[in-house]
Nanobody
């Protein structure tokens, strides 16, 4: 059974840090581009950060550049998002997703598998 399970969300004060994890099972994560997306209340889901299946290409939304870092651990079949200097506007449900051979270039509509999300709340 294909699964992506996020963890690591929670409540943090502005300026704090969190590390999100995404555990993949039921498929070979190494063949997939990976992405972190988020959706705030009343807003559309947006792309936050992506990494190609080769690991050679990464993307960050302008709003998180310099604060967030995406990584993957092939041995653990896991994906991470280190989030530093968090701001109240980072509050959202964060989702990880996978895209076979990075074929959709991390487009929200093109990801093949999605997790159920983990809530990040940043207080001011």
């Amino acid at each position: 059974q294909v699964q992506l399970v996020e963890s690591g969300g929670g409540l943090v004060q502005s300026g704090g840090s969190l590390r999100l994890s995404c555990a993949a099972s039921g498929f070979n994560l190494g063949a997939y581009g990976i992405g972190w997306f988020r959706q705030a209340p009343g807003k559309e889901r947006e792309r936050v950060s992506c990494m190609a299946h080769s690991g050679s290409i990464t993307y960050y939304a302008d709003s998180v550049k310099g604060r967030f870092t995406i990584s993957r651990d092939a041995a653990k079949s896991a994906v991470y998002l280190q989030m530093n200097n968090l701001k109240p506007e980072d509050t959202a449900v964060y989702y990880c997703a996978a895209d076979l051979w990075s074929s959709s270039n991390c487009a929200t509509s093109g990801m093949d598998y999605w997790g159920k999300g983990t809530l990040v709340t940043v207080s001011s």
